[in-house]
Each structure stands twice: as structure tokens, then as C-alpha cells.
T-cell receptor, first 115, second 109 residues
Framework: NAGVTQTPKFQVLKTGQSMTLQCAQDMNHNSMYWYRQDPGMGLRLIYYSASEGTTDKGEVPNGYNVSRLNKREFSLRLESAAPSQTSVYFC??????????????FGPGTRLTVT | TQLLEQSPQFLSIQEGENLTVYCNSS?????LQWYRQEPGEGPVLLVTVVTGGEVKKLKRLTFQFGDARKDSSLHITAAQPGDTGLYLCGRGSQGNLIFGKGTKLSVKP
């Protein structure tokens, strides 16, 4: 039981390049989330998927797209990377987004640098 | 918009000391969660509080939810180096969590 896994762990991109961050969970959770964490800014929600087949914007969605591939997998795509997207990205999952008292389980993060 | 204010932003103490960190908002929370994040890792849930005035204990950690459900505190007794990390509070909002910026705690041996 691996919980939430993320790939890659580290990535360096040049401005304008694209890439997809992968996330998978094996806890049969309905809801999945993508956050970014910047120094002094805490965790900010990029997109979330309340259930398979649905996605919604969070606080900072600009420059990102997401795909809920199936119940297990939720990917985050940067179409044209910018230096402002240098950050640590966390994927999380929970039983249900309808009840925020449910624990969110976080992956280990992807450290992305855009030069 | 920063909906949750956490203080202090940084805290450096010696092993054995007690400390309290705070999480405040101008609006009422329906629920509040505290997470701890160790360097290079994702956050891990410590506790969820939902009732005004609620107090929960987790070994040396005591969590309190304000009577008006606008604030919460985390008190650590006899801090240990293993308590080092970033402490984040998160409030429920439209089916998601909004996080504060966190308190970075360093406990020196």
C-alpha cells in the first residue's frame, strides 16, 4: 500500500517547455488535488477533482491543466513553463471533497525548477 | 486572499521548552485541521477539530478550537528535535482546504 505516489521527484525545465506531473493513489479515494508550495506562501490549491470525471479550478489555476485519467490517477500539465512556476508540487487525495473534515493524504512532492 | 493567519512565522527553541502556535481567521470555520510537514516530505494530518471549545490531545501536543470557531492553537509540551517541521492549519472551504502559510519550528538538542 504505497498511498500517494508522484513522479518525477525532481525536474528542471527551460522556459516554454511542457511537461506532465503524474500522481496515483491506491486508497480508493474519490477526490484528488494538486497544490503548489512556495516559500512564505503555504499550500495553494491549483486544481482538484471531486470525483472521477470531474475537475475544478482552485486558487491558482492559470498556466496549468489537469486530467483525471481514472479513479487512481490525476495528472497536472504545464503547457508552456514559466519561471514563476518554479515550485514544489504536491498531489493529495481524500475520501470525499464534499466533507473537508476528511484527511487529505499527500504525496512526497515534485520539485520543479524553470530556468 | 489569505484567509488564515498563522503565528509566529518562525520559532526556534531548545529541547524541553514549551511552545504555542496560533491559527486565526476573521470568519467562522466549519472545521480546522492541523498538519505537520517535515523537510522534503508532504504534510501529514495531526488532528481535525469541528466543535467550538474542543480540546484534543495527541501525546505532548494539545490542540484547542476557539469557542467562536475563529481561532485555534497548538501547544507542544517539552519539545523534542523530532517535533521540528512546518505546522500548517487548514480550514474547510467549499469542499476543500484553505491553508495558512505555516509556522516553521526548529527544536535544537
Amino acid at each position: 500500500n504505497a498511498g500517494v505516489t508522484q513522479t518525477p521527484k525532481f525536474q528542471v525545465l527551460k522556459t516554454g517547455q511542457s511537461m506532465t506531473l503524474q500522481c496515483a493513489q491506491d486508497m480508493n479515494h474519490n477526490s484528488m488535488y494538486w497544490y503548489r508550495q512556495d516559500p512564505g506562501m503555504g499550500l495553494r490549491l491549483i486544481y482538484y477533482s471531486a470525483s472521477e470525471g470531474t475537475t475544478d479550478k482552485g486558487e491558482v489555476p492559470n498556466g496549468y491543466n489537469v486530467s483525471r485519467l481514472n479513479k487512481r490517477e490525476f495528472s497536472l500539465r504545464l503547457e508552456s513553463a514559466a519561471p514563476s512556476q518554479t515550485s514544489v508540487y504536491f498531489c493529495a487525495s481524500s475520501v470525499s471533497a464534499l466533507d473537508p473534515t476528511y484527511e487529505q493524504y499527500f504525496g512526497p512532492g515534485t520539485r520543479l525548477t524553470v530556468t | 486572499t489569505q484567509l488564515l493567519e498563522q503565528s509566529p512565522q518562525f520559532l526556534s527553541i531548545q529541547e524541553g521548552e514549551n511552545l504555542t502556535v496560533y491559527c486565526n481567521s476573521s470568519s467562522v470555520f466549519s472545521s480546522l485541521q492541523w498538519y505537520r510537514q517535515e523537510p522534503g516530505e508532504g504534510p501529514v494530518l495531526l488532528v481535525t477539530v469541528v466543535t467550538g471549545g474542543e480540546v484534543k490531545k495527541l501525546k505532548r501536543l494539545t490542540f484547542q478550537f476557539g469557542d467562536a470557531r475563529k481561532d485555534s492553537s497548538l501547544h507542544i509540551t517539552a519539545a523534542q528535535p523530532g517535533d521540528t517541521g512546518l505546522y500548517l492549519c487548514g480550514r474547510g472551504s467549499q469542499g476543500n482546504l484553505i491553508f495558512g502559510k505555516g509556522t516553521k519550528l526548529s527544536v535544537k538538542p
